[in-house]
């Protein structure tokens, strides 16, 4: 039986959330209107790769699987290197791989938090640090940076998903396995030790860099280099899977608090729900100098603590209050959404925009009412502080959506295709009778025959055929977790 591993974090308030920088730093700054705001120093992770050349180049993956763009260095002088992350925003569950002919080291960063000020100064994160055992991308590191993320991947989740508390525990558990001679770990560390040796080899390298949503522990590892190895990928798979097997970690979630992740795809080709393409600028003007926006407030079927709803069951019309003013309460073109590799966003210039939010969460099992924290919301397509017309998706109706943690991955993570009217929009909803549209979108604990729900985060299509299949990724954002009861 394996280790279970104690997970702490620390909850920041919604407002706290909704903002990148800290109030009296913007206002001391902005009593001098014609002062510029200064750019938030940027926060810095140093490690080493023993073995590699000067001049390697150093990669840094998201969570999600894709290239963090502007983010990266080589190796100098005794195998060190130095990797820059902007200032404003935090990363959670990093990949870093450090590619050379012959070789490959990888390491894992769980977290680089942001600047809380923008007068801070720089911060130095050394991945020796971060990960006790695994600050050198050495055989070690490679070995145990497979294992983490293929016991996780083998469990449906992604290396943000996990606290950095728990991510050391497990490097340091590893450590340990491997020092006693856990036969299956040693097994599977002198199999990535040969398939290191293959680094360059027909232009590719044995361990993957870009990840495919939905990836599973196959994906970790080219399917040529294993196959002149002698390695097919079940035998991978399965030696990873030994490996991880005494690896265990259990995460306690928040119970009163969650995070959310809305993207906005805006990306060209998309299909609505009816498998047709999207106009995205039927109502949306389009222009090279807009960007996309979130309105949205708590929607009025959400219960409020009083005479008729009491607690866990409900909301107190504070805490209403104050994520309706983090969600900008409905005003248009306020509440920016990201495309540039920050704020947990995955891939910079992707046209898929992002938005993580700490908001408030209601079970709902066992709640008189079957009625989470519930959103209407909205995305535009326009310039700061512009009005409705010419930016928002459509006219007079809104999107629904409950906070349900539907995967158990801690995260409500709602993927929409800007201007779709087949989705989660409540009225005047295009899906067709055929594929269980009425005109209307309800709650999931409303009935209506012939209605369909489509009110809680879900999957969406990730391989064009129109058919939802994967669960969309998160980015770079992590739950939010508490200590585990002992």
């Avoid at 990888?106 to 020796?128: N, T, W």
């Avoid at 060209?268 to 926006?293: L, M, S």
């Avoid at 019309?317 to 409905?330: F, G, K, M």
């Avoid at 012939?450 to 064009?464: F, I, L, N, Q, Y």
Wanted: with cysteine; net charge negative.
């Amino acid at each position: 039986m394996g280790l279970i591993l104690p997970v702490l974090c620390l909850l920041p308030a919604v407002a706290a959330a909704a903002c990148g920088l800290e109030g009296p730093a913007i206002n001391a700054a902005m009593r001098d209107r014609s002062a510029e705001l200064p750019k938030a120093a940027d926060t810095v992770v140093t490690g080493t790769v023993p073995g590699a050349p000067a001049g390697t180049e150093v990669r840094v993956y998201a969570a999600a699987g894709a290239r963090i763009d502007g983010v990266g260095g080589t190796v100098g002088g005794g195998g060190a290197f130095e990797l820059r992350f902007p200032g404003n925003t935090e990363f959670s569950g990093l990949r870093v791989d450090a590619r050379w002919s012959g070789g490959q080291g990888l390491g894992i960063v769980p977290f680089v938090p942001k600047r809380g000020r923008v007068d801070e100064p720089e911060a130095v994160v050394a991945i020796e640090d971060a990960m006790p055992g695994m600050g050198a991308l050495s055989l070690r590191a490679t070995t145990f940076a497979l294992v983490i993320e293929g016991r996780l991947l083998s469990e449906g989740k992604s290396l943000a998903s996990v606290p950095p508390s728990a991510m050391r525990q497990m490097a340091l558990l590893l450590g340990t396995l491997l020092d006693q001679g856990n036969a299956a770990l040693a097994t599977f560390q002198a199999m990535v030790s040969d398939l290191a040796t293959l680094g360059g080899k027909d232009g590719k390298w044995p361990f993957a860099g870009d990840l495919p949503e939905g990836a599973i522990v196959k994906d970790l590892a080219d399917r040529d280099l294993l196959a002149s190895a002698g390695i097919t990928p079940d035998q991978f798979e399965a030696a990873l899977l030994a490996a991880a097997a005494e690896l265990r970690v259990e995460v306690c979630y928040a119970t009163d608090r969650i995070r959310a992740v809305l993207l906005a795809d805006l990306r060209p080709g998309a299909k609505d729900r009816n498998c047709q393409a999207i106009d995205p600028y039927k109502f949306a003007d389009k222009g090279e100098d807009k960007t996309v926006w979130l309105a949205a407030g708590i929607h009025k079927t959400t219960p409020i603590c009083g005479t008729e709803f009491q607690p866990p069951y409900c909301i107190t019309q504070e805490t209403l209050d104050a994520t309706n003013e983090a969600l900008a309460n409905w005003v248009p073109n306020k509440n920016r959404m990201y495309d540039d590799g920050t704020h947990g966003d995955a891939v910079k210039g992707d046209l898929v925009y992002t938005l993580a939010m700490d908001l408030p969460y209601v079970p709902i099992a066992g709640s008189p009412t079957g009625a989470g924290v519930r959103l209407g919301y909205k995305y535009t397509y326009g310039s700061g502080g512009q009005g409705w017309t010419g930016s928002e998706e459509w006219p007079g109706n809104q999107r629904l959506l409950e906070l349900i943690d539907l995967n158990g991955d801690g995260i409500v993570v709602r993927m929409d295709a800007f201007g779709d009217e087949t989705s989660n929009k409540d009225k005047s909803n295009l899906l067709t009778p055929a594929n269980g549209g009425c005109g209307l979108n309800l709650w999931e604990n409303e009935v209506k025959p012939k209605c369909a729900h489509d009110t809680r985060e879900g999957m969406v299509d990730a391989d064009g055929d129109c058919k939802p299949d994967a669960w969309p990724p998160a980015g770079s954002v992590s739950p939010l977790t508490v200590d585990c009861p002992s």
